[in-house]
């Protein structure tokens, strides 16, 4: 687990330009878009808002995400992507990887609901998942099958791992919020920010793939 959190952090550091020239204009552009779909609705109810931000995140967010792989593989090969690119990436597989975020929205859901402890290992379980449909170009059911195999002897690795630079971005997000006014371009650049932050965790666990599925 030291050796994976120091891979990636020499991995983060070495392409932190590249990663920001993505992450910046891509989150900046959604954050942007899903609040003026908020805003623009005619109920003044906050919950309503919020549930569009939802709705929007959770249709862009394939896109990002899949950009974001396509990014990271690249890097990986020592090769810098263009911003077009990884869109264009994205694009192309925002319907598998919208797919197997419902899938593992509602295993990791059911999981919850019927107790914390089985949500939390589901979620571990399919940790691997985006990153088989997207790289490897299997179904979304498949990926699910496969990182199920694939985190089998991982799990304990990858959960405490993961709880670690969770808490400790939760931490820094939550400390840097508290010292912000309480502005809408405020909250943009602070949602900016926060995907700059989480995308070290995206890190660790496309680490874990390229470990666990191609061995290196």
């Known amino acids: 687990m030291t050796q994976i959190l120091s891979d990636v ?6 392409n932190f330009s590249s990663l920001v020239s993505y992450i910046i204009p891509v989150s900046l552009l959604i954050t942007v878009i899903s609040m003026f779909a908020a805003q623009s609705m005619d109920s003044t109810d906050e919950m309503e808002q919020i549930k569009v931000l939802l709705i929007m995140n959770f249709i862009f967010n394939p896109i990002y995400l899949g950009g974001l792989i396509y990014l990271l593989s690249q890097l990986s090969n020592s090769n810098k992507p263009k911003l ?9 597989k925002w319907t ?18 019927l107790f914390v402890l089985p949500g939390i290992w589901i979620f571990i379980r399919l940790i691997l998942a985006p990153f088989l449909v997207a790289i490897n170009n299997v179904s979304p059911l498949d990926a699910v099958k496969e990182s199920f195999i694939l985190t089998r002897n991982e799990f304990w690795n990858i959960l405490g791992l993961t709880s670690l630079v969770f808490l ?11 010292h912000l006014p309480d502005n809408a371009w405020i909250k943009v650049i602070g949602s900016v920010f926060g995907d700059v932050l989480w995308s070290f965790l995206t890190v660790i666990w496309y680490r874990y793939y390229d470990l666990l599925k191609n061995g290196n």
């Open 96 to 113: 598998v990887l919208f797919a197997v975020s419902i899938v593992y929205g509602l295993l990791t859901g059911m999981g919850f609901f």
């Open 168 to 178: 400790s971005l939760i931490l820094i997000q939550q400390l840097l919020l508290n």
């Open 9 to 14: 952090y020499h991995f983060y550091k070495q």
């Open 84 to 92: 077009s690119q990884c869109l264009s990436f994205g694009l192309s």
